[in-house]
């Protein structure tokens, strides 16, 4: 079992920037993937980053490249997902999640996930 609490996500304007982080617990957690999946209200789950517990490897999705970055403190049990340059169309609810198959993750179906924090972005 795996638990995951979000944090940071608000109401930002157009172009600027926004930290969610999320704390994990639970057994192993160095053998899974953490990463974000978003969604929006009538629109399907959207995979947004993803990152290995050891090493440190990354994912992204394409429109997330550039302007969104994903990084973990090992010692704290935290994800951080760094969104810059936000627009409108990344208003979403947020969720972290985890999986010990980075493929599932990528699919926005990981086997778990958090309660997810709300960003929106405003035009």
């Known amino acids: 079992q795996v638990q995951l609490v979000e944090s940071g996500g608000g109401l930002v304007q157009a172009g600027g920037s926004l930290s969610l982080s999320c704390v994990a617990s639970g057994r192993a957690l160095r053998t899974y993937f953490l990463g974000w999946f978003r969604q929006a209200p009538g629109k399907e789950r959207e995979f947004v980053a993803a990152i290995g517990w050891i090493g440190g490897s990354t994912i992204y999705a394409d429109s997330m490249k550039g302007r969104f970055t994903i990084s973990r403190d090992n010692a704290k049990n935290t994800v951080t997902l760094q969104m810059n340059g936000l627009k409108p169309e990344d208003t979403a609810n947020y969720y972290c999640?985890?999986?010990?198959?980075?493929?599932?993750?990528?699919?926005?179906?990981?086997?778990?996930w958090g309660q997810g924090t709300q960003v929106t972005v405003s035009s």
């Open positions: 999640a985890a999986d010990q198959v980075v493929g599932p993750l990528r699919l926005a179906q990981p086997e778990y």
